[in-house]
């Protein structure tokens, strides 16, 4: 059944319109009046919907019964990722968020070849957000993971901090594996960096702020396969 994402207030009985996005999917899937869907805002579970009238550009659906499930992971995993490559930073929020990652904040690292400043920031940030939203359609989220504003490590560090285990991936000698050092259920924040990594001065500040450092093994990961591979191992 089609998945949507409506981010307003939902009640049984309740008629509305769905967001232009969304009815643009609806009328890209040609349902009709009568069809069935399922609606979701973030706030926990879903509800039943059926489609009421198809406009030119409009889509009015009914919401039904409300769903108390819940398809989140085990434990809140944030990502502190350093942002890469257009595509590969879509690739990467889009699979965090299958894997259910509880939030992004996009890290501008020293060596992070994409700078974002002022509207295209913004632009970025949105973007990124929505692929977050397409992925949680997809793969039967009811809640939306944040995607946060870009920072560099030092501002993220300034800002309340979350109450979570913090790690660093590292290729430095003596690292523990992740496995190890992540035992538990409780939150984690996972900091990665882009391609080429963080910066040995980059580390150090983390190191220096409570970052346990850790390793996934032998083998040297993409920047965008490492936090991935991190959230599977921590999260399934």
Known sequence: MPRFHCPEPLATGAELDLPPGAARHVQVLRLQPGDALTLF????????????????????????????????APRAIHLLAGITANERMDWLVEKAAELGVASI??????????????ERADKKIAHWQAVAVAACEQCGRN???VVHGAADLAA???????AAQRLL???REGTAPLRVAAAGQGPV???SGPEGGLSGAEEDLALAHGFAPVTLG???LRAETAPLAALAALTL
């Open 189 to 191: 924040v996972f900091l």
């Open 218 to 220: 032998p083998r040297v």
């Open 143 to 145: 809640r939306v993971p």
């Open 105 to 118: 904040t996009p890290l501008a690292a020293e060596r992070s070849v994409l700078r974002l400043k002022g």
């Open 156 to 162: 993220w560090l300034r800002a309340p901090a979350v």
């Open 41 to 72: 805002n973030g706030a926990g579970g879903e509800f039943e919907a059926a489609v009421l009238h198809m406009g030119r550009s409009s889509v009015r659906v009914q919401v039904g019964t409300h769903h108390a499930v819940e398809r989140e």
């Open 169 to 171: 991936l590292s290729l």
